[in-house]
């Protein structure tokens, strides 16, 4: 789910990493690129018998409301979702605005001028870059990546303010990695069947043949969802 861009560099790479996973754990899977305007008003129920929704790179969206409601319908209806880079801000900010009850959480590269948002500049931008992630330990992350750090590839500017970060520390929406300076990059919903929304882009070294434990865990989870369904 997301605006599809032929020059952005997840984009290419998302379809390759979900053969890459199909592949490996030999699984009959589909899927089908949504914009993020079709899930404006009714739009949900175009989700609506897919086994997975993964929100991907390339923000701002066309259609911010229709990206809400469609994490709010993986969050809700508990179908395995993931957020990459794009999807793990709005996931943020959808659950700021369900669970948490903000009206307008704020993210800064909609609106500039929001006082405190939830989504601000990252202190170094991210762009083309490789940073280290520690994953925190008894996770989710960390069991499908079985390791307690690792090297991965980014492209943004923005991130969860860290003003915000402790109110992560109850759950539902829990920190699963930090980066080396403690700023959040991945988070996980405790008591789904699978949602995990990274600021990195594990879909990336699938461009050079990898295949990444988290993508592969949520292709396994939407199969396990909705065997003969698509994952999206």
């Known amino acids: 789910m997301g605006d599809h861009d032929p020059a952005v560099t997840a984009h290419r790479a998302i379809p390759r990493a979900l053969d890459l996973a199909r592949e490996r754990h030999r699984l009959a ?90 989504i601000k500049p990252l202190s170094c931008a991210l762009v083309e ?23 991965e590839e980014y492209h943004c500017s923005y991130g969860l303010n860290p003003a915000h970060a402790h109110r992560l520390d109850d759950g539902p929406l829990r920190v699963a990695a930090r980066d080396e300076a403690g700023e959040v990059r991945a988070v996980e919903l405790d008591g789904h069947p699978f949602f995990v929304a990274t600021l990195f882009q594990p879909e990336r070294g699938a461009l050079a043949g990898r295949s990444h434990p988290l993508i592969e865990g949520f292709v396994a989870a939407a199969a396990s969802h909705g065997a003969g369904t698509r994952a999206l």
Request: glycine share 12%; proline share 8%; net charge negative.
């Open 129 to 151: 870059r490789h940073g280290r992630v520690r994953v925190v330990p008894g996770t989710r992350l960390a069991a499908l990546c079985g390791c307690d750090e690792m090297s």
């Open 29 to 118: 899977l589909d899927w089908t690129w949504i914009d993020t305007p079709a899930l404006e008003g009714d739009g949900p129920d175009v989700l609506a018998g897919l086994s997975g929704v993964w929100c991907v790179p390339a923000s701002p969206y066309r259609s911010t409301t229709g990206a809400l409601r469609a994490i709010r319908f993986a969050r809700e209806r508990r179908v395995p979702f993931l957020g990459t880079c794009g999807g793990f801000q709005h996931a943020l900010l959808e659950h700021a605005r369900s669970v948490w009850g903000e009206a307008d959480p704020g993210h800064a590269e909609l609106d500039p001028g929001a006082e405190a948002p939830l």
